[in-house]
């Protein structure tokens, strides 16, 4: 038994199309990338019981994410754009793939993985005074899809 690093969690943005995804890492110039799941619950109490009881009947996840601009990298070049255009709807939505490489499947190389789509909820943009830094948020638009992720060709499969 071993401590899972925070490395060992990682994300992939598609910056190609729906069609032809490429998806690249969500790594170089990301300071911080925090999920919240924030489920929502259903509670109650029944006349013959002390207790709440409570249900989970759905989530409302988010990313927030904190970048330094860096040239040539087409996660940031996206976020950037959804940002400084002030994109709205489907130009202003995302997918990324959330990989586990703690949690290889049975072929070598194929990692266990979800896949959502985000509206980017831009923030702010240009605080720091050494490198040009973005902030905002990811919401998600639907349910994940389960499948998995083979690193060495950077392709998604539903499971």
Known sequence: MSIVKRADRQHYMNTGTKEIPVWSLIGEGFTEFTESKNAVSYQRRYI????KRTDITGYAPEID??????SDNPVIEKLRLITDREMTGE???IEVISVDLFDETEDKGIYNAVKREYSVIPD????GTDALCY???M????DITVGVFAK???TFSIK
């Open 91 to 93: 130009a202003a939505r």
């Open 152 to 154: 060495s060709s950077g």
């Open 124 to 127: 702010e943009c240009g605080d």
């Open 135 to 137: 902030t905002g948020t």
């Open 48 to 51: 013959h019981e002390a207790t």
């Open 65 to 70: 994410y904190e970048l330094e601009v860096y």
């Open 139 to 142: 919401k998600a638009v639907g």
